[in-house]
Structures are given as structure tokens and as C-alpha cells.
């Protein structure tokens, strides 16, 4: 019964190949986001959503593109991928209000990148 | 600009110690931010462990404790006592007062609890 799963959890990618991380949460959150770890770093974020349709840049959008084709998926593309974003790649949902909400967070996904 | 800082990436502490995790941070343009700490046990995903979202107030959960401490910029995370089953890495992190709740993460400190 996991609220936010992720697909695949283990992909490996060449260097200008067209990449595509799936998340699906069914918390029925609006606000959703994508996040990349690594060694050294927190997670940092690379886009969000606040409802279908929508996609907003965080603090490492270079490279990255999101759809949020409705309110349960989202999904983080890779349309050119490089070495540097090898990674691990994590999907979270949270409320919409300014409550001190937390989010949820999948799995991860672990991207290389050769 | 807004941002965390936990200063030890790694940390070993014997069964039955203390435990203090520092974290401090920088919420310029937040103002009176959310705080978290948010924990990956072994082989789990990133869960909430506690928070506070009021200055002065303190959060507790599973035996952890942490104070928001606006005049120093700190939430520091303690445990009087900790245990094998603590061991995992911990992730201070806070959010602004928006509707996105967008989280800012420490880099994370690793927990080691020997026997």
C-alpha cells in the first residue's frame, strides 16, 4: 500500500538518450516534487507541481523537464542525459497549505548515466 | 539564500550514549521557517521523524528531541539514549510559509550505534 511509488527503481542510461522517471502517489496531495541525491548533498529539488497541469522550476532545473499529467503522476524527463545526472532521483507528495505540512517520499529511482 | 547546514557527515556513538546532531540554518527570504528532521533507516525510504513549525517549541518522536531555536538558527537533534535500531541517516531540512511547502535539505549526517 505504498502512497508514493516510483518506476523503474534501477536504470542505467547512455550518454544523449531520452530518459523518463514515473512517479504515482495516492495520497491525493496537489503538491508534488521531484528531488536528487547526492554524496555530500541533501536532496535537492529540480522541479514541483501544486496540481495537474502545472510545473514549476526549483533550484537544479538544467537539464530537466516534468509533466504532471494529472493529479496522482508526475514524471521528470530526461531529454538529453549526461554523465553528471547519474544519481539517485526520489518522487514526494505533500498538502497544499502553509501548515508546516511534510511530504511523502518514494522509494527512489538510481540513475547512471555512461 | 535559505539553507541547512549539518556539520558532521558521519557519526559513531556506543549503545546507551548521548547523541546530539547540529543542525543550523539560513532562512533569509523565509523569514519564520518550518523545520524537520526526516530519517532513511537501512534498506527504507526518507520518512518525517519530527517537527516544529513555532519558534520555541519543541518536537519529540521515538525517543528524539529537537528545540527550534530562532535566536541561534538551530535545531539541533538529541537522544539521551540511543540504540542499535537508531543507527540510519538523519536530514534536517525546512520549508518557507508558501502553499508549495518546498523542503530545503541539510546534507545529512550518518548515524552509526555500536553495541
Known amino acids: 500500500e505504498a502512497a508514493v511509488t516510483q518506476s523503474p527503481r534501477n536504470k542505467v542510461a547512455v550518454t544523449g538518450g531520452k530518459v523518463t522517471l514515473s512517479c504515482n502517489q495516492t495520497?491525493?496531495?496537489?503538491?508534488m516534487y521531484w528531488y536528487r541525491q547526492d554524496t555530500g548533498h541533501g536532496l535537492r529539488l529540480i522541479h514541483y507541481?501544486?496540481?495537474?497541469?502545472?510545473?514549476e522550476k526549483g533550484d537544479i532545473p538544467d537539464g530537466y523537464k516534468a509533466s504532471r499529467p494529472s493529479q496522482e503522476n508526475f514524471s521528470l524527463i530526461l531529454e538529453l542525459a549526461t554523465p553528471s545526472q547519474t544519481s539517485v532521483y526520489f518522487c514526494?507528495?505533500?498538502?497544499?497549505?502553509?501548515?508546516?505540512?511534510?511530504?511523502?517520499f518514494g522509494p527512489g529511482t538510481r540513475l547512471t548515466v555512461l | 539564500g535559505d539553507s541547512v547546514t549539518q556539520t558532521e557527515g558521519q557519526v559513531t556513538v556506543s549503545e546507551s550514549k548521548s547523541l546530539i546532531i547540529n543542525c543550523t540554518y539560513s532562512?533569509?527570504?523565509?523569514?519564520?521557517?518550518?523545520l524537520f528532521w526526516y530519517v532513511r533507516y537501512p534498506g527504507e525510504g526518507l520518512q518525517l521523524l519530527l517537527k516544529?513549525?513555532?519558534?520555541?517549541q519543541k518536537g519529540s518522536s521515538r525517543g528524539f528531541e529537537a528545540t527550534y531555536n530562532k535566536e541561534a538558527t538551530s535545531f539541533h537533534l538529541q537522544k539521551a539514549s540511543v540504540q542499535e535500531s537508531d543507527s540510519a541517516v538523519y536530514y534536517c531540512?525546512?520549508?518557507?510559509?508558501?502553499?508549495?511547502?518546498?523542503?530545503?535539505f541539510g546534507s545529512g549526517t550518518k548515524l552509526t550505534v555500536e553495541p
Open positions: 495520497n491525493n496531495h496537489n503538491n
Open positions: 531540512a525546512l520549508s518557507g510559509m508558501s502553499n508549495y511547502n518546498v523542503l530545503y
Open positions: 514526494a507528495s505533500g498538502h497544499t497549505g502553509t501548515g508546516g505540512y511534510e511530504q511523502y
Open positions: 516544529v513549525i513555532t519558534a520555541g
Open positions: 532562512a533569509t527570504s523565509i523569514g519564520y521557517p518550518n
Open positions: 507541481s501544486y496540481g495537474a497541469g502545472s510545473t
